[in-house]
């Protein structure tokens, strides 16, 4: 079974490789779109059609913010916190702007979920867009989402997610070629939505000697720092923090 796992995970690879262009072709229709959406709803205020982005996995609204403690008797305790929709419009609403066009990049097909979203902002998802995706096998939207997500003028992602972490790269990527603001620290305008402690991660300046888990996140030695060593990363300060 492994083998077997290998060669699909083989040909899925050379597969995406000799299509890439398809794909950024097919993520660029809806953006186009996503674009001329937000346009049209604040031509004044928003000429170039900006919108955000998101990246909610089915469950993340029922995701357990752990909390273990000791009490005064010693007595070991382990709690469990529920982080719904609200909370996660609560934790990001201050990073967006008022009623605007946000892309959620999402496995959950009922957007009824995202309630509390959508009760404050424009909000569509990928099926929105099937029209736009005539031909194309579902089991690749999942890149489409990330390629998608990626272009969001603000993203929040979820920690420690992978899919998430990917998204964060391209935006490193998109982030050096434009000179964005904090670029050269290789801070992006990413955010986490849960758990609420990792919010901030993105906007402070890490390097992989620096963190204990290397897969929970990207680093901006990936887009901004490849020719640098660890030793000189690891020199850098980690106390640079955006808001």
């Known amino acids: 079974l492994i083998w077997i796992r290998s060669i699909s995970t083989f040909s899925s ?14 993520s660029a229709r809806v953006i186009s779109a996503i674009r001329e959406r937000a346009r049209k709803r604040h031509r004044n205020a928003n000429p170039t059609g900006q919108f955000y982005s998101f990246h909610i996995r089915r469950g993340d609204y029922h995701f357990k913010e752990k909390n273990t403690f000791f009490d005064e008797r010693g007595d070991f305790h382990y709690q469990r916190k529920v982080v719904g929709i609200r ?29 509390p979203l959508v009760d404050n902002f424009d909000v569509v998802i990928l ?21 998608i997500a990626s272009k969001g003028r603000h993203f929040f992602g979820t920690y420690p997610s ?26 992006i305008d990413s ?23 290397h897969v929970s996140r990207e680093f901006p030695a990936v887009w901004r720092e490849i020719n640098k060593g660890i030793t000189e990363l690891q020199k850098r300060s980690t106390g640079h923090l955006l808001q």
């Open 87 to 115: 909370e996660i419009y609560l934790t990001c609403k201050n990073q967006i702007a008022k009623d605007a066009t946000v892309f959620i990049a999402t496995d959950e097909t009922d957007k009824d979920i995202f309630q």
């Open 13 to 26: 690879l050379i597969c995406l490789l000799k299509n890439a262009s398809f794909f950024y072709s097919r």
């Open 162 to 187: 992978t899919f998430s972490g990917y998204i964060n790269r391209l935006r490193g990527y998109h982030s050096s070629k434009n000179k964005s603001s904090g670029y050269k620290m290789g801070i």
């Open 191 to 213: 955010w986490y939505h849960s758990p609420l402690k990792r919010k901030n991660e993105m906007r402070v300046f890490r390097s992989p000697g620096m963190s204990s888990s």
């Open 127 to 147: 099926d929105d867009f099937k029209h736009l995706l005539t031909g194309l096998n579902p089991k690749y939207y999942g890149m489409l989402n990330q390629l």
